[in-house]
């Protein structure tokens, strides 16, 4: 694929991989390449493409601060406009050259002798001295395992994997899971299908959304950059001052919050044994926190019905829950989320001494700021472990992590052939310090059990503090969390005064 090493391989061409590319590039490393399975960029804003599919953080701010946008046309910006974002990127920043769509990363292994990543892929295999995991958290579509679902007669698909060609109409549609996708397209088919039969296994806690579109006017104030970053600056700061006031643990916000979102429900839903049901018994926060102004007014809908009791099995033409009701359904749509890790879990990635990620993470993954991992030189990973966020955007995370690998590639530019590896010292103090955070959490102390704790009940997805406190951590590479080493084939010791005698 490419005789000579690069400086940089970038896997995945989502938000974090293009945001990667464009900075890398911005600081004048040319020779990469971004390698994206898939056939165009977008990551989860290309695959998820589910009706009602959008942001659920202002757009303002859920775009790169380096490459803003002022005609976003909604608050909450849709998914084909978010796409097109990301495919903008590319034409912008000149990317085209530098990607390999439909080319899968298979493998990745640490040639040690040569300081160099050999990253083997479907199409060959590509060299590079820095290797960067951007391949998504939430990717590959958890499906449950229900009893009988073989044996479904109708359609049965994920929403991340959206059946377009699949009429709604005149049917009758179970959904299963009742997170974030869910109440965004259950709104939107409810007025398609003949009767809608929305499965829930816990109720989330649902605060109003407030989407409208933008208008002209404030588009064009959005044109104006320092109005422009004054938005963003207060929709960042609304963000982190609940964080700040108690967002993140059982505090005097969560309650306010709670109430804010019963009133929510009540403004909503008139019956009263419907509000009870959709009245979560966790505390606010402790899952995901859902915005929706649509979601109680479609489940109040005469074509729509709650059912909490569990699904015991799946029938031929519908679903029998555990107290001996039988729900006939003609389509199953699973909103069940996504297995844990993304991708890089799923890549044999083999580091220093043939250690695989796997093998490093068998007690569960663990980054240095989520970003390097001990025993994986010249390794880094972008939204890696517990840097995903309950309250603010993600993308102010991933700018961060990207501008500390900047930092890595500018050290290693410094010194050719030179091998950085975080300290296992450092990652181990980065870890103790994420869980004393996380023992007074809401995600451990909020009474739920959700895909942010891993089997030991230990959150391995979220970071537990404010984004300000993780940027300032994070953005500025100190080489003393790393050894800094030459590798093997490298002569050690000083040059300097070394007087070389003619032959
Ligand atoms: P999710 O939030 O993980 O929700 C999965 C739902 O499926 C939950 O209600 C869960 O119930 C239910 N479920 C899982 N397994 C089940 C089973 N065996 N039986 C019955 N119910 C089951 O998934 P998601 O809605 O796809 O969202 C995943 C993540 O994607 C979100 O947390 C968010 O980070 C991201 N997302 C973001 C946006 C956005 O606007 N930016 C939109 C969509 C998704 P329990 O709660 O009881 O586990």
């Known amino acids: 694929m490419s005789e000579a090493p690069l400086d940089l391989v970038i896997v995945g061409a989502g938000f974090s991989g293009l945001a990667m ?29 589910y009706p009602g599919a959008a942001c659920d953080v202002p757009s303002q701010l859920y775009s790169l601060s380096f490459a803003p946008k002022s005609d976003w046309s909604r608050l909450f910006a849709p998914q084909p406009e978010i796409e097109a974002y990301l495919e903008g990127l590319v034409a912008a920043h000149g990317l085209a050259p530098f990607l390999r769509l439909e080319t899968c990363v298979t493998r990745a292994v640490f040639d040690a002798e040569a300081g160099l990543w050999r ?112 938005h963003r600056a207060s929709l960042f700061w609304r963000r982190e001052v609940a964080a700040l006031a108690g967002f993140t643990r059982v505090s005097r916000v969560t309650a306010l919050a709670e109430a804010w979102s019963r009133r929510h429900l009540a403004a909503s839903i008139a019956d009263p044994a419907l509000r009870r049901q959709l009245t979560p018994d966790y505390r606010l926060g402790c899952k995901r926190v859902l915005l929706s102004d649509d979601y ?24 029998v829950t555990a107290d001996g009701a039988e729900h006939p359904l003609d389509m199953l749509i699973f909103a069940t989320g996504f297995a844990p890790g993304g991708s890089v879990v799923r890549t044999e990635v083999i580091g220093r001494d043939g250690l695989s990620l796997l093998q490093a993470w ?30 603010n955007s993600v993308l102010l995370m991933v700018e961060a992590q990207v501008a500390h690998v900047l930092g890595a590639l500018k050290r290693l530019r410094d010194q050719p052939g030179g091998v950085l590896e975080v300290r296992p010292e450092a990652q181990a103090r980065f870890r103790a310090e994420v869980d004393a955070r996380m023992q007074d959490s809401i995600w451990t102390q909020g009474g739920c059990g959700s895909w942010y704790l891993d089997r030991a009940g230990r959150n391995r997805t979220l970071w537990p503090g404010t984004v300000g406190d993780y940027v300032r951590g994070t953005e500025r590479m100190r080489v003393e969390d790393y050894r800094l080493t030459d590798p093997p084939g490298l002569c050690p010791g000083p040059t300097k005064g070394l007087v070389l005698s003619k032959p």
């Open 21 to 49: 590319a464009i900075r890398a590039r911005q600081a004048g490393f040319d020779r990469l390449l971004v390698l994206e399975k898939a056939a165009g960029v977008g990551g989860t804003w290309r695959e998820n493409t």
């Open 362 to 391: 068998k007690q569960g993954a663990d980054a240095f700021r989520g970003v390097s991992v001990a025993g994986f030189p010249n390794f880094f990973l972008l939204l890696g472990p517990n840097t995903g966020l309950g309250h």
């Open 119 to 230: 990253v083997e892929t479907d199409r060959g295999v590509v060299s590079a001295r820095v290797l960067v995991g951007a391949m998504g958290a939430l990717h590959h579509p958890a499906l449950p395992r229900l009893p009988g679902l073989e044996r479904f007669s109708g359609k049965a698909f994920h929403s991340a994997t959206w059946d377009h060609s699949c009429d709604l109409r005149a049917k009758r549609v179970g959904v299963i899971g009742t997170g974030a996708s869910a109440v965004q397209f259950v709104p939107e088919i409810v007025g398609r299908v003949a009767h809608l039969t929305q499965f829930q296994r816990s109720a989330p806690w649902i605060l109003p959304r407030g989407d409208r579109p933008t208008g002209r006017g404030f588009q064009w104030l959005m044109r104006i950059a320092p109005l422009r970053r004054l």
């Open 296 to 319: 109680y007014p479609a489940l109040a809908r005469p074509n729509a019905s709650l059912v909490t009791a569990p699904i015991r099995e799946v029938l031929p033409h519908g679903i």
